[in-house]
Protein backbone atom coordinates (compact mmCIF):
# COMPACT_ATOMS: atom_id res chain seq x y z
CA UNK A 1 0.00 0.00 0.00
CA UNK A 2 2.93 2.64 0.98
CA UNK A 3 4.42 1.51 -2.87
CA UNK A 4 1.36 2.46 -4.51
CA UNK A 5 1.34 6.12 -2.33
CA UNK A 6 4.39 6.62 -3.24
CA UNK A 7 4.49 5.63 -7.15
CA UNK A 8 0.71 5.89 -7.94
CA UNK A 9 -0.28 9.11 -6.07
CA UNK A 10 -3.26 9.96 -8.24
CA UNK A 11 -4.96 5.96 -8.13
CA UNK A 12 -4.40 6.48 -4.33
CA UNK A 13 -6.14 10.14 -4.01
CA UNK A 14 -8.77 8.51 -6.59
CA UNK A 15 -9.88 5.81 -4.25
CA UNK A 16 -9.62 7.35 -1.19
CA UNK A 17 -12.17 10.27 -2.87
CA UNK A 18 -14.33 7.25 -3.84
CA UNK A 19 -14.30 5.79 -0.80
CA UNK A 20 -15.36 9.16 0.99
CA UNK A 21 -17.96 9.73 -1.31
CA UNK A 22 -19.86 6.40 -0.80
CA UNK A 23 -19.37 7.28 3.33
CA UNK A 24 -20.81 10.78 2.90
CA UNK A 25 -23.45 9.39 0.77
CA UNK A 26 -24.20 6.06 3.36
CA UNK A 27 -24.48 8.82 5.80
CA UNK A 28 -26.86 11.09 4.07
CA UNK A 29 -28.98 8.11 3.33
CA UNK A 30 -28.55 6.75 7.04
CA UNK A 31 -27.76 9.39 9.09
CA UNK A 32 -24.73 7.55 10.82
CA UNK A 33 -22.41 10.06 11.83
CA UNK A 34 -19.54 7.46 12.28
CA UNK A 35 -19.66 7.48 8.05
CA UNK A 36 -19.52 11.18 7.84
CA UNK A 37 -16.60 11.47 10.44
CA UNK A 38 -14.34 8.26 8.02
CA UNK A 39 -15.60 10.09 4.97
CA UNK A 40 -13.83 13.17 6.00
CA UNK A 41 -11.01 11.43 7.11
CA UNK A 42 -10.77 9.93 3.91
CA UNK A 43 -11.14 13.37 2.53
CA UNK A 44 -8.35 14.68 4.70
CA UNK A 45 -6.04 11.55 3.61
CA UNK A 46 -6.02 12.80 -0.10
CA UNK A 47 -3.28 15.76 0.60
CA UNK A 48 -1.48 13.65 3.00
CA UNK A 49 -0.87 10.76 0.27
CA UNK A 50 0.73 13.85 -2.52
CA UNK A 51 2.71 15.04 0.33
CA UNK A 52 3.99 11.26 1.06
CA UNK A 53 4.53 11.08 -2.53
CA UNK A 54 6.48 14.38 -2.77
CA UNK A 55 8.18 13.21 0.07
CA UNK A 56 9.29 9.22 -0.45
CA UNK A 57 11.11 8.43 -3.42
CA UNK A 58 10.89 4.58 -3.81
CA UNK A 59 13.47 2.37 -5.43
CA UNK A 60 12.14 2.14 -8.79
CA UNK A 61 11.76 5.86 -8.78
CA UNK A 62 15.32 6.78 -8.06
CA UNK A 63 16.39 4.20 -10.92
CA UNK A 64 13.66 5.66 -13.35
CA UNK A 65 15.14 9.11 -12.51
CA UNK A 66 19.14 7.72 -12.66
CA UNK A 67 17.94 6.08 -16.30
CA UNK A 68 16.66 9.38 -17.85
CA UNK A 69 19.37 11.28 -16.17
CA UNK A 70 22.16 8.98 -17.86
CA UNK A 71 19.91 9.16 -21.14
CA UNK A 72 20.30 12.91 -21.00
CA UNK A 73 24.09 12.39 -20.91
CA UNK A 74 24.36 10.50 -23.34
CA UNK A 75 22.48 12.25 -26.02
CA UNK A 76 24.71 15.51 -24.63
CA UNK A 77 27.50 13.09 -25.67
CA UNK A 78 28.70 13.29 -22.04
CA UNK A 79 30.45 9.92 -21.44
CA UNK A 80 31.94 10.84 -18.19
CA UNK A 81 28.70 11.56 -16.39
CA UNK A 82 27.27 8.19 -18.81
CA UNK A 83 29.99 6.36 -17.36
CA UNK A 84 30.07 7.55 -13.79
CA UNK A 85 26.85 5.46 -13.27
CA UNK A 86 28.76 2.21 -14.01
CA UNK A 87 29.76 1.07 -10.61
CA UNK A 88 31.67 -2.68 -11.93
CA UNK A 89 34.87 -1.75 -13.37
CA UNK A 90 34.20 -4.32 -16.39
CA UNK A 91 31.23 -2.85 -17.20
CA UNK A 92 32.53 0.32 -17.19
CA UNK A 93 35.54 -0.31 -18.93
CA UNK A 94 33.57 -2.31 -21.99
CA UNK A 95 30.81 1.00 -22.46
CA UNK A 96 33.98 2.98 -22.57
CA UNK A 97 35.38 1.07 -25.28
CA UNK A 98 31.90 1.57 -26.91
CA UNK A 99 30.27 5.29 -26.57
CA UNK A 100 33.28 6.72 -27.64
CA UNK A 101 33.17 4.69 -31.34
CA UNK A 102 29.87 6.81 -31.60
CA UNK A 103 27.83 10.79 -31.68
CA UNK A 104 24.63 10.52 -30.58
CA UNK A 105 22.05 13.36 -31.61
CA UNK A 106 19.24 11.42 -30.11
CA UNK A 107 18.56 9.07 -27.04
CA UNK A 108 15.67 9.13 -25.84
CA UNK A 109 14.00 6.33 -23.09
CA UNK A 110 11.28 5.01 -25.17
CA UNK A 111 9.35 2.81 -22.46
CA UNK A 112 10.61 1.06 -19.15
CA UNK A 113 8.87 -2.62 -19.50
CA UNK A 114 9.86 -3.13 -16.30
CA UNK A 115 11.99 -2.65 -12.84
CA UNK A 116 12.24 -5.41 -10.80
CA UNK A 117 13.80 -5.12 -7.31
CA UNK A 118 15.09 -8.34 -6.26
CA UNK A 119 14.55 -9.92 -2.91
CA UNK A 120 16.80 -11.32 -1.14
CA UNK A 121 20.35 -9.98 -2.23
CA UNK A 122 22.66 -7.75 -0.47
CA UNK A 123 23.32 -5.11 -1.62
CA UNK A 124 20.23 -4.86 -3.09
CA UNK A 125 19.55 -5.23 -6.80
CA UNK A 126 17.35 -4.55 -9.66
CA UNK A 127 16.75 -6.18 -13.38
CA UNK A 128 15.61 -3.10 -15.60
CA UNK A 129 14.19 -4.64 -19.02
CA UNK A 130 13.71 -1.17 -21.11
CA UNK A 131 13.54 0.51 -24.47
CA UNK A 132 15.41 3.40 -26.14
CA UNK A 133 15.60 5.17 -29.19
CA UNK A 134 18.86 6.89 -30.11
CA UNK A 135 20.21 8.58 -33.14
CA UNK A 136 23.79 8.02 -33.50
CA UNK A 137 26.49 8.07 -36.41
CA UNK A 138 29.41 6.53 -36.57
CA UNK A 139 33.19 8.47 -35.90
CA UNK A 140 34.62 6.14 -38.28
CA UNK A 141 31.98 7.91 -40.96
CA UNK A 142 30.44 4.55 -42.40
CA UNK A 143 26.92 5.70 -40.63
CA UNK A 144 25.43 9.00 -40.26
CA UNK A 145 22.14 9.70 -38.32
CA UNK A 146 21.23 5.94 -38.33
CA UNK A 147 18.09 6.18 -35.55
CA UNK A 148 17.62 2.92 -33.74
CA UNK A 149 15.69 1.54 -31.52
CA UNK A 150 16.83 -1.17 -28.84
CA UNK A 151 15.99 -3.49 -26.02
CA UNK A 152 17.97 -2.31 -23.06
CA UNK A 153 18.95 -4.73 -20.00
CA UNK A 154 20.34 -3.56 -17.24
CA UNK A 155 21.75 -4.52 -13.48
CA UNK A 156 21.60 -2.11 -10.73
CA UNK A 157 23.00 -2.56 -7.37
CA UNK A 158 22.25 -0.47 -4.51
CA UNK A 159 25.64 0.94 -2.87
CA UNK A 160 26.36 2.20 0.40
CA UNK A 161 27.93 5.50 1.06
CA UNK A 162 31.01 3.84 3.08
CA UNK A 163 31.42 1.55 -0.59
CA UNK A 164 31.04 3.83 -3.16
CA UNK A 165 32.96 7.06 -3.85
CA UNK A 166 29.88 8.99 -5.53
CA UNK A 167 28.01 8.79 -1.64
CA UNK A 168 26.09 5.62 -2.12
CA UNK A 169 22.89 4.61 -4.40
CA UNK A 170 22.19 2.87 -7.53
CA UNK A 171 24.68 1.92 -10.42
CA UNK A 172 24.89 -0.52 -13.11
CA UNK A 173 26.93 -3.78 -13.17
CA UNK A 174 25.80 -5.17 -16.41
CA UNK A 175 23.67 -4.75 -19.20
CA UNK A 176 23.01 -5.86 -22.55
CA UNK A 177 21.63 -4.50 -25.60
CA UNK A 178 19.75 -6.67 -28.10
CA UNK A 179 17.19 -5.80 -31.12
CA UNK A 180 13.83 -4.98 -29.55
CA UNK A 181 12.57 -8.19 -31.18
CA UNK A 182 14.40 -11.16 -31.03
CA UNK A 183 17.99 -12.42 -29.72
CA UNK A 184 21.17 -10.69 -30.14
CA UNK A 185 22.27 -9.39 -33.59
CA UNK A 186 25.70 -8.22 -34.43
CA UNK A 187 25.36 -4.92 -32.44
CA UNK A 188 24.71 -6.86 -29.44
CA UNK A 189 26.81 -6.45 -26.48
CA UNK A 190 26.65 -7.66 -23.15
CA UNK A 191 28.98 -6.81 -19.94
CA UNK A 192 28.44 -7.50 -16.41
CA UNK A 193 26.35 -10.05 -14.13
CA UNK A 194 23.51 -10.21 -16.18
CA UNK A 195 23.20 -14.30 -16.39
CA UNK A 196 20.85 -15.59 -13.45
CA UNK A 197 19.50 -12.49 -12.34
CA UNK A 198 15.99 -12.98 -14.10
CA UNK A 199 16.18 -11.06 -16.97
CA UNK A 200 14.46 -12.69 -20.09
CA UNK A 201 16.06 -12.29 -23.60
Known amino acids: MLQ ?3 EQPMITALMLAVLAAALLFGWLQTGRKQLAIIGLVCLLLIPIAWFVSDWW ?4 EQIARLIHDTAD ?3 ANDHEKALAVIGDPSTRQQAAAELPQWIFTQADVGSIRRIRIIENTAPKQADVDMIVKVEVSSK ?6 IRV ?3 LLLTFEKRS ?4 KTGGGWVVVGYQHLPVVGGPDGFSTSAGPLGGKGLNQ
Open 149 to 151: PRR
Open 140 to 145: RGGMQN
Open 57 to 60: VTDR
Open 4 to 6: LIA
Open 161 to 164: TDNN
Open 73 to 75: AIE
